[in-house]
């Protein structure tokens, strides 16, 4: 069965300090996606980042960057430089490939907390 | 306009009651779909339609139904809510398979939250 694992429920950091949302997924597929959705105070979900399996390079979007490693099942996500407005909660979630679409399976979130 | 809108965004109701949460889009998506957030759990599946003459149940469909009323249109129906039907209810669209973005990436309304007392 598909797991996504998000150990941190709550992580707070001070403004400026960089931190990483662990995410751990379990399949038994070979070709899977991998994403990661954030949620804000003010409760939509927007999507950031997908990845597919075959493509393990690390991605980085401005001060946000994605570590894929097939080997430790993990996809983490760092921000560098922690500003307020990162405040939310951030979902990782697993779909397979062939999959009917859409049904992803979500971890449980972590709430990060930055604080000025 | 939101890409998806879902009504109401907020209500209270009793135990026993019938609750409908709506759900329009205008992202011409075939796919649409229904996910509950519980504080701890994450997103998890109720329902999901890929087009209008195809309706599946989730991991978590019981209690619930589904009518998909036209390609932009999804509903969702409590037929008697009890209090730990108590969530954030979210409605979700995506492009089929062949579309740029893949069948998985998902485009999300701003959540119904549901209180039943």
């Known amino acids: 069965a598909q797991k996504v694992t998000q150990a941190q429920t709550e992580i707070s950091v001070v403004e400026k300090e960089d931190v990483t949302l662990d995410c751990v997924y379990e399949t038994r597929d070979t070709t899977y996606y991998l994403f990661w959705y954030k949620q804000p105070p003010s409760g939509e979900l927007v999507f950031l980042i997908r990845?597919?399996?075959?493509?393990?390079q690390n991605e980085i979007s401005g001060r946000y960057s994605w570590n894929f490693q097939k080997s430790t099942s993990s996809f983490n996500f760092t921000i560098t430089a922690s500003q307020v407005v990162d405040s939310a909660v951030y979902f990782c979630?697993?779909?397979?490939?062939?999959?009917?679409?859409?049904?992803?399976?979500f971890g449980q979130g972590t709430e990060l907390s930055v604080k000025p | 306009d939101a890409d998806v809108t879902q009504t109401p965004r907020n209500r209270i109701t009793k135990t026993g009651k019938r609750i409908m949460l709506e759900c329009s889009q205008t992202?011409?998506?075939?796919?649409m779909y229904w996910y509950r957030q519980d504080p701890g759990l994450g997103l998890r599946l109720i329902y999901y339609s890929f087009d209008v003459k195809d309706i599946n149940k989730g991991e978590i469909s019981d209690g619930y139904s589904v009518s998909r009323q036209a390609q932009a249109k999804f509903s969702l129906s409590l037929e008697s809510a009890i209090p730990n039907q108590t969530a954030l209810y979210f409605c979700?669209?995506?492009?089929?398979?062949?579309?740029?973005?893949?069948?998985?990436?998902?485009?999300f309304g701003a959540g119904s939250r549901l209180t039943v007392l």
């Open positions: 979630a697993l779909s397979d490939v062939y999959n009917q679409g859409g049904k992803l399976i």
């Open positions: 979700a669209t995506s492009e089929g398979a062949g579309g740029p973005s893949g069948a998985n990436v998902l485009t």
């Open positions: 990845r597919n399996s075959f493509d393990e």
């Open positions: 992202k011409g998506h075939d796919r």
